[in-house]
Nanobody, 123 residues
Framework: QVQLVESGGGLVQAGDSLRLSCVAS???????????VGWPRQFPGKKVNESVA?????????TYADSVKGRFIISRDNDKNTGYLQISDLRTEDTAIYYC????????????WGRGTQITVSS
């Protein structure tokens, strides 16, 4: 069974930086390198409503929500079955649960989700 486990969240102050990690397990050999990875987030009291960043299977292409451009960097290490989200200049409006999710190249929606990691940014 495929599992995604996020880590790296926490309580920080505005302007701080964090790096989130997402380790995938339970995948057949080399399968992770065929998957697209994204980081959706869920704001307090709301449903998941923003995919902040995504990266293609090879890592060659990335996309970002306008609200995080210039502050978030998504990356991946296919040898380690791990995805990353480097976050700098955190703002109070970044407070959310951050999920790691994967999908195959042909899928429209994310197929596998982690349980999420909470980031809380204080002013």
């Amino acid at each position: 069974q495929v599992q995604l486990v996020e880590s790296g969240g926490g309580l920080v102050q505005a302007g701080d930086s964090l790096r989130l990690s997402c380790v995938a397990s339970g995948l057949p050999f080399s399968t992770y390198s065929t998957l697209c990875v994204g980081w959706p987030r869920q704001f307090p009291g709301k449903k998941v409503n923003e995919s902040v960043a995504a990266i293609t299977s090879s890592g060659a292409h990335t996309t970002y929500a306008d609200s995080v451009k210039g502050r978030f960097i998504i990356s991946r290490d296919n040898d380690k079955n791990t995805g990353y989200l480097q976050i700098s200049d955190l703002r109070t409006e970044d407070t959310a649960i951050y999920y790691c999710a994967t999908r195959s190249k042909i899928a429209i929606r994310y197929e596998t989700w982690g349980r999420g990691t909470q980031i809380t940014v204080s002013s």
